[in-house]
């Protein structure tokens, strides 16, 4: 939602998260106080903070897209970016980002992928991804995998049109979902599923 939306989570939606898109950071500081204290349950409160909250947000912090992020040789310095964004992010009232990207950037016309990938390699994509999840969550904030089953396999923009996804199951579970199941099986808690058509998975 944007920061010049209303509504009553209260009396009518009784809704359990807000995902903001643009603002600056006291706007969105205030909103999100706003909201928590006319919902009946604690919100989850949500932004896509890839690169930093300034992806969203004027006037904040913007750190370098996956694609440099990946050619870094001291991977600590990932965890460390993690841990302050999450701190970033507690201060505008936020508790989940949906990054890291772990899509594997192995077709170079791919137009939506691209520099927010890590890496071709499915090792880099889940090791770098793995960091930057495990300075966000250590610190409280939830991180968010995306986008399954892969959207680096692809030369359709996703938001504009379906891509379909012609590759074998095998080769999905080998390279695909690799960097997933790495974070997957270190804690990470969410997944964010792409608008993709991948018949292998689902015929229909």
Do not use: C, W
Not at 9 to 22: M, T
Not at 44 to 59: F, I, K, P, S, T
Not at 96 to 120: K, T, Y
Not at 186 to 198: E, T
């Amino acid at each position: 939602m944007s920061q010049t939306d209303t509504f009553d989570p209260k009396e009518k939606n009784n809704i359990g998260g807000i995902l903001f898109f643009q603002g600056n950071p006291v706007n969105q500081a205030k909103l999100a106080n706003q909201f928590q204290s006319r919902s009946k349950v604690p919100l989850l409160m949500v932004m896509d903070a890839e690169y930093g909250l300034a992806m969203r947000l004027d006037n904040t912090i913007a750190y370098p897209r996956q694609m440099a992020l990946g050619a870094i040789q001291n991977d600590s310095l990932l965890e460390v970016m993690g841990s302050d964004l999450a701190e970033q992010m507690k201060m505008v009232g936020l508790h989940v980002n949906l990054a890291p990207v772990v899509d594997i950037n192995v077709n170079p016309n791919n137009p939506v992928i691209n520099s927010r990938s890590f890496s071709e390699n499915k090792e880099l994509v889940a090791d770098k991804a793995l960091r930057i999840m495990t300075g966000l969550q250590k610190n409280n904030v939830i991180a968010t995998a995306k986008h399954f089953p892969g959207h680096g396999n692809t030369n359709v923009d996703s938001h504009e049109s379906l891509p379909i996804i012609n590759l074998t199951k095998k080769r999905l579970k080998e390279v695909e979902f690799f960097p997933f199941k790495k974070l997957i099986d270190h804690g990470i808690g969410g997944v964010m599923i792409a608008h993709l058509y991948v018949p292998a998975l689902d015929p229909k």
